[in-house]
């Protein structure tokens, strides 16, 4: 515990002037370029740290998830906010509002740019999570995205838990409500983008192939950022094909390279 505090200190201390506003720095922030955004699903945030610090210069943001949130706690989304790069904190919020818009303030206050919230919540729920954003967020841009449908969900898994839809249609479905709550965007597997822009062209449209994807074989075009960009995603999460690669950096490089030629705007 003390030596995780301790590197996040070291890390915020050595970047002071840089990050969340602009300033000049070698990691400042920057507009979206390829709209990589790495996952960094990592065992401890020393680790997570240090590989933000490595693919920092080849990403647009960084991603943190439930483990390093409950674990090392809220503290590293501050320590990679310094380094120049947008946080997505996909907390997946999922209560009754006044909790959720508690948590999605806090969660500005640490310096989230997005914070992710389930739609099957409902609009209210989904507005609390705006507002307690905005809150606790100030006058810098920060906002909500709704989860529509996990990729680990077919058709199967959906009518077995109550919900007679196919992917495709909830997608749609929640994508609508999103919007109607204020959200900025939605998270959705690659299959589903596309279902996104037409049902609600106007929201951020953030692609997750960092999960167990109904097609899930790693040849297949669900796990393809650059299939994402074809498909209409502004953001693209993209975790083990970057974290779990021999160079990272290398890894990230290239990819971001691959997603700029295939057509995502400057």
């Given amino acids: 515990m003390y030596a995780t505090a301790n590197l996040l200190f070291t890390a915020r201390r050595g970047r002071q002037g840089e990050g969340r506003d602009g300033q000049d720095g070698p990691y400042a922030s920057r507009t979206l370029v390829t709209g990589i955004i790495v996952a960094l699903d990592l065992p401890d945030a020393e680790t997570a740290v240090r590989m933000a610090e490595t693919v920092a210069d080849h990403v647009d943001g960084f991603q943190i998830g439930l483990a390093l949130l409950h674990g090392p706690g809220p503290l590293v989304i501050s320590t990679l906010v310094a380094l120049g790069r947008p946080v997505l904190v996909d907390a997946k919020l999922h209560d009754d509002p006044e909790p959720v818009e508690a948590a999605s303030r806090y969660l500005g206050r640490h310096g989230a740019r997005w914070v992710t919230a ?5 609009r209210e729920m989904l507005r609390a999570a705006v507002r307690g ?3 606790g967020s100030g006058d810098a841009p920060a906002g909500v995205l709704g989860v529509t449908v996990l990729p680990s969900l077919d058709r199967a898994e959906l009518v077995s838990v109550g919900v007679d839809r196919s992917p495709g249609k909830l997608v749609a479905r929640r994508a609508k409500v ?13 299959e589903e983008v ?8 106007g929201l951020l449209r953030v692609a997750e192939l960092k999960g167990r994807s109904r097609k899930a074989d790693a040849g297949s075009r669900a796990t393809d950022p650059r299939e994402a960009v074809t498909r209409g995603a502004d953001m693209v ?8 690669a021999p160079d990272p950096a290398a890894a990230a490089a290239t990819l971001s390279a691959r997603v700029h030629r295939s057509g995502h705007p400057d």
């Fill in 178 to 190: 999103a919007e109607s709550a204020g959200c900025e965007g939605v998270v959705s597997p690659l």
């Fill in 118 to 122: 389930h739609v099957g919540g409902g």
């Fill in 194 to 201: 596309n279902v996104v822009a037409e049902a609600a062209p």
């Fill in 133 to 135: 954003l905005r809150d």
């Fill in 237 to 244: 999460l993209v975790g083990r094909s970057i974290t779990g």
